[in-house]
């Protein structure tokens, strides 16, 4: 009889196996930091992965993790959040799976101002099988699925999430630690949702999105005279990365007058863990015809 396979160290692994070099690697330093420095508790909160050598940051630290289906990080996220709203919700996942397969729930989780951060590790392909055209590709980007290079133009996340109007969009560099642990804490402590959209080397399969690129490009908008209060202008700054040239990092836009979908719906109805079981019997359900 063959031995079974030991599966134990793939359970208990705790340290990333990310490529040496990854941007994800900047990114879950910072989200620690955050999380380190907002002095949460560890039970108070769970961190939502897609899949994707992104959503793999939710293994990765004491915190709750909860391991989803590509591009149903966020409807999980908001799933959670409905039940606990004393819980702080983190979504981590790709551009591959928050605006391809997971685009609607996206849009709708934005207009719904549902009270969760979602990070999205940007870094324009399918890293984790192993690099494909991602709805953020370039023009012209060549891989397996566009050899002759992407005919289609990429979505721009922040302007997507302005559009539908989210109440916290921003954006940050895996390549500037100290800037996005400040960008990640804000969009944490922001009552609705937030968007962190960071930009994020792959450095195995994007030759054209490296750090080289970023850090060329990349600019703090606290350097230049802008208030994030604006949509209307949020939405302008937010188009300059179209040319490929400016890569503007920081808070675009904030409007802290909203009300999240928590706070709606909570003078109605409390959230799931804090009813009573009491008068809940479950009998019949195992009753058969
Ligand atoms: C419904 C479904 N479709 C496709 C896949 C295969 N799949 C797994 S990861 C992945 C791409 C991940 O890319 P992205 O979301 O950008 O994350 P990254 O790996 O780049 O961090 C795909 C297509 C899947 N797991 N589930
Ligand atoms: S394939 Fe790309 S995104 Fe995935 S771990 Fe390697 S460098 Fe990072």
């Not at 930091?33 to 769970?46: I, M």
């Not at 409807?75 to 819980?87: F, H, Q, R, T, Y």
């Not at 895996?174 to 994020?200: C, E, W």
Request: proline residues 6%; hydrophobic residues 35%.
């Amino acid at each position: 009889m063959k031995p079974k396979k030991d599966l134990s160290s793939h359970y208990t692994q705790s340290t990333p196996n990310w490529c040496p070099g990854c941007g994800n690697y900047g990114i879950w330093v910072s989200l620690k930091n955050a999380l380190q420095e907002l002095k949460l508790p560890a039970h108070k909160v769970v961190l939502v992965g897609d899949i994707g050598c992104s959503g793999k940051l939710a293994y990765w630290t004491d915190y709750n993790g909860f391991g989803s289906l590509h591009g149903r990080s966020i409807p999980i996220a908001e799933g959670v959040k409905m039940a606990n709203s004393d819980l702080t919700v983190i979504v981590v996942g790709g551009d591959g799976g928050l605006l391809g397969e997971g685009l609607q729930h996206f849009l709708h989780a934005c207009r719904r101002n549902v009270n969760i951060a979602v990070i999205l590790h940007n870094n324009q392909v399918y890293g984790l099988t192993t690099g494909q055209t991602s709805p953020t590709s370039d023009l012209g980007y060549k891989s397996s699925t566009t050899p002759e290079g992407a005919y289609e133009t990429p979505l721009n996340p922040s302007l997507l999430a302005l559009t539908a109007q989210a109440t916290f969009v921003s954006a940050g560099f895996a390549g500037n630690t100290p800037h996005l642990t400040q960008i990640i804490k804000s969009a944490i402590l922001h009552t609705g949702f937030a968007l962190v959209d960071i930009y994020q080397p792959c450095v195995t399969y994007n030759y054209i999105n490296t750090y080289e690129y970023y850090s060329k490009r990349v600019y703090d908008i606290t350097t230049t005279p802008y208030k994030p209060d604006n949509r209307f202008r949020a939405m302008k700054k937010s188009m300059e990365i179209e040319g490929g040239q400016k890569f503007p990092i920081g808070i675009l836009y904030q409007d802290k007058s909203r009300p999240s979908l928590q706070d709606n719906i909570q003078n109605r109805v409390s959230p799931l863990v804090k009813q009573s079981i009491n008068n809940i019997t479950v009998k019949s359900l195992f009753e058969q015809d």
